[in-house]
């Protein structure tokens, strides 16, 4: 059998098909390792940022109650934190610039749920996790001021 050979011209440059596949192959591979590691990161640092947030609320929350008496009602949400709610009874009572400058939506990009009385607390501050609904598991699980 003849054998055969490639012979580069010189000055001729590249690499074979063999080489690319090679190189691709391995670029899978760790593209794979880091997606593996770092979704799971993902997702645990946005619970962590979900936590911080009702934490920021609560402490807005406390001085709203040390302003005022009481907590929000229910029907005033966390909006009275910004704005003073209608049903407040001495709107002078009422920091000015409100108690936080925006309300933070959840990293899912919805709005973190308060309800007064809370089932859990006085007051309960929540966010129904990555699924959107009461209740789960995992990433999915409610995560508020109790917890």
């Known amino acids: 059998m003849r054998r055969m050979t490639v012979t580069r011209r010189p000055g001729e440059q590249g690499f ?18 880091v ?3 770092v979704l799971p990161s993902r997702d645990r640092a946005m619970v962590e940022k979900a936590r911080a ?3 920021l609320i609560e402490q807005g929350l406390e001085m709203y109650r040390l302003d005022n008496f009481s907590y929000p009602q229910t029907q005033d949400g ?3 934190l910004v704005q003073p709610p209608a049903s407040l009874s001495d709107p002078s009572r009422y920091r000015r610039g409100g108690y936080l400058k925006r309300l933070p939506d959840d990293p899912w990009g919805r709005p ?7 089932t859990r607390g006085d007051m309960d501050v929540f966010s129904f996790g990555a699924d959107g609904v009461p209740g789960g598991e995992d990433d999915n699980a409610d995560i508020g001021n109790w917890k």
């Open 112 to 118: 973190y749920q308060y309800a007064f009385p809370g």
């Open 16 to 33: 074979t098909l063999l080489e690319l596949m090679v190189v691709i192959v391995i670029i899978g591979l760790l593209a794979t390792v």
């Open 78 to 80: 966390l909006a009275a």
């Open 53 to 55: 947030d009702i934490s």
């Open 35 to 37: 997606v593996v590691n």
